[in-house]
């Protein structure tokens, strides 16, 4: 779920880190994947998650209904992301992404 708050803390993170004598500490949180959960209701949260670590870095994922809506219906969260983020975003958050991690471990969908 958007790793808590991990895309506001990236802004403290990462010099934090630089200090701490870690060297492209923005590449070692980049090897996490988020998926927006119940926040993606809330356009700007993912959108942030975005700006802060790639639209490569996100799957679509939903909790079933969790802030709102029945179970299953992910309709709210899939109609407040189309608003906000471009269809090249949509496109790696909602499909890319998951097949490419899954064509990593040899399947193909």
Not at 48 to 58: C, E, H, Q
Not at 91 to 98: C, E, G, H, L
């Amino acid at each position: 779920m958007l790793g808590g708050f991990l895309p506001y803390l990236i802004d403290t993170l990462v010099p934090a880190a630089h200090k701490a004598g870690v060297t492209d500490p923005l590449a070692r949180l980049r090897r996490l994947y988020l998926d927006p959960g119940p926040y993606s209701r809330n356009g700007e949260w993912v959108k942030l998650a975005i700006d802060k670590l790639g639209a490569d870095r996100i799957l679509f994922g939903t909790d079933y209904g969790v802030g709102g809506g029945d179970r299953g219906d992910s309709s709210a969260g899939l109609a407040t992301l189309d608003q906000v983020l471009t269809p090249a975003q949509r496109q790696q958050m909602y499909i890319d992404n998951s097949r490419q991690l899954l064509a990593r471990k040899g399947i193909t969908v």
